[in-house]
């Protein structure tokens, strides 16, 4: 039997582990008012190895919060990394997400019947940044400010938020 892959061999994944506290930059949108709050992520590596769970939560002003979940895992055929996640807003994709790594930046995209999320996570100088963007592909909503294509997609990603973390140097790194 073949031992387990592990998620710090990939250098998408190794780079992420720990856990990390900041902000969170929130666009306006039909989601509320641009707002920054206080955010915290964190990358366990488990199953021996072979995934790395993320937890994301940040904390309203008024005391509500948004918590997301996902899985990341390396694809044994291809050797690219598969993200699977949910969060407290948004129905559960189908299946997972293929990320693509290029130049230490690690980026997904999650496509639904309506619209596009993409995800890009970087590391530079003990800085980690996530920068979520949306993109609508239908003709309904226009919240966004999107110029919609001929083909009813939105022409291009939006920004939705911006999240910057340090490495909280009190937690173990996993």
Same mark, same amino acid.
């Given at each position: 039997m073949d031992q387990p892959r592990s998620g710090r061999e990939h250098p998408a994944l190794?780079? %992420? %582990?720990? !856990?990390? !506290? *900041? /902000? /969170?930059r929130l666009e306006p949108g039909p989601w509320g008012p641009e707002r920054t709050v206080d955010a915290e992520v964190t990358f366990t590596l488990v199953a021996g190895g072979s995934a790395v769970v993320q937890s994301y939560r940040h904390t309203e002003s008024d005391g509500g919060h948004f918590e997301g979940h996902g899985i990341f895992t390396v694809d044994p055929d291809r050797q690219d990394v598969l993200w699977y996640y949910?969060?407290?807003?948004i129905p559960a994709p189908a *299946?997972?997400?293929r990320c693509t790594w290029r130049d230490g930046v690690l980026q997904v995209e999650r496509h639904t019947g309506s619209g596009s999320t993409r995800h890009t996570l970087s590391v530079t100088d003990g800085v980690l940044v996530d920068v979520a963007e949306l993109r !609508? =592909?239908?003709r309904k909503d226009t919240d966004f400010g999107d110029r919609i294509a001929a083909d009813g997609a939105a022409a291009s990603y939006k920004p939705f938020m911006t999240s910057r973390y +340090? +490495? =909280?140097r009190g937690a173990p790194r996993m």
């Open positions: 190794a780079n %992420l %582990l720990g !856990r990390w !506290r *900041g /902000t /969170t949910v969060d407290s807003v *299946g997972p997400a !609508r =592909d239908d +340090r +490495r =909280d």
